[in-house]
């Protein structure tokens, strides 16, 4: 009875690695089958909303600082068109592919002729002289499929100007049909880098958003860093280092003209300014002193917009307060157009 047990025994030690190379390959689980998936095939739209631009209108051609309110017409409608170009949302058709309008039509559209042009919206306008010296500059929106107005503002400029107005009528179309802030009408404070390597000019400069406007603030013959607007975007502050002597200047963009704040052998960089309700400030640091301030009295800065001028601002659908209220104090004011 026990020799059987044995020899099985022997029999199965013996045969174990003989098993264990020919043995077959385990069968894999069943899967269980699923329900189908819906598969939804396309591309991604890359349409733009079409808006046609044409010349804004005069209604009578006059010279003004030598400008000729026709050609400003065009020059302003070109502005727009590339402003709303840039954004990457819209397609405008510029004065150069559709047809000049009439001062009629500036407040009756025929959204008939723009419809046949694809355009969702037109943009319409006018440049008038008013005896002043000065420009009334008139931006209306339309809905061409509703046949509705969605934007009439002006703005009353000085010639030089022009592209300021440009760039406002830009932003209260932006607004309106985004619902984003505007940025079209801001200017941007640089250090221009020119010459050979091994003697770099840093120039202080400033422009539109477009480029537009650019002029060289300093010549070069001083190192300059560390630019900054005032809230109100009417100064520049920055850092100038000459003969190992390190100034702090201020600005002023209208006059050109700028003046002294303070000046020492010591590292002094990044101004900044802290503006209060009742005092304009600016805080720089140096290695003497690690936060120095110079400030002066000035009347109290308004956030709230006079009423001819914050029907502007009324298209925003995020609140941008400080910015909006240091933007409405430019130089090109606003008027409602009736």
Request: aromatic letters at 8%.
């Amino acid at each position: 009875m026990l020799r059987p047990i044995t020899f099985s025994l022997a029999l199965l030690l013996t045969a174990a690695p003989v098993l264990a190379q020919t043995a077959p390959a385990p069968t894999p689980p069943a899967v269980t089958p699923t329900e189908p998936r819906e598969t939804i095939e396309g591309t991604l739209s890359q349409d733009r909303t079409v808006i046609a631009v044409p010349a804004l209108a005069t209604p009578a051609v006059q010279s003004v600082a030598g400008l000729r309110t026709d050609t400003l017409g065009r020059q302003i409608a070109e502005v727009i068109a590339a402003d709303l170009e840039r954004s990457g949302l819209y397609a405008p058709l510029g004065p150069g592919s559709v047809r000049a309008i009439t001062m009629a039509e500036v407040t009756a559209p025929q959204f008939a002729d723009w419809s046949a042009r694809n355009a969702e919206n037109v943009v319409h306008g006018f440049v008038r002289a008013d005896g002043t010296g000065n420009l009334t500059v008139g931006c209306y929106l339309y809905d061409t499929a509703l046949g509705s107005e969605l934007v009439r503002q002006g703005f009353v400029i000085q010639p030089g100007d022009w592209r300021r107005a440009a760039h406002k009528c830009a932003d209260v179309i932006y607004s309106r049909l985004s619902g984003e802030a505007p940025f079209f009408d801001s200017r941007v404070a640089y250090i221009a880098e020119s010459g050979p390597k091994g003697n770099r000019i840093k120039r202080l400069a400033i422009m539109d958003s477009d480029g537009g406007n650019h002029r060289f603030i300093t010549n070069g013959q001083a190192l300059a860093i560390s630019p900054r607007f005032s809230p109100d975007y009417k100064k520049i502050v920055y850092v100038s280092y000459l003969n190992n002597r390190v100034r702090v200047f201020i600005y002023d963009v209208a006059s050109g003209s700028q003046k002294l704040v303070t000046e020492s052998s010591n590292a002094t960089f990044a101004p900044r300014w802290s503006p209060t309700a009742a005092r304009s400030s600016i805080r720089w640091r140096s290695a003497a002193t690690p936060t120095s301030i110079a400030s002066r009295p000035r009347a109290a800065r308004r956030c709230a917009l006079p009423a001819r001028r914050a029907s502007m601002w009324a298209a925003a659908s995020r609140p941008t307060a400080r910015r909006s209220c240091s933007k409405a104090t430019g130089r090109a004011a606003s008027k409602s157009i009736r």
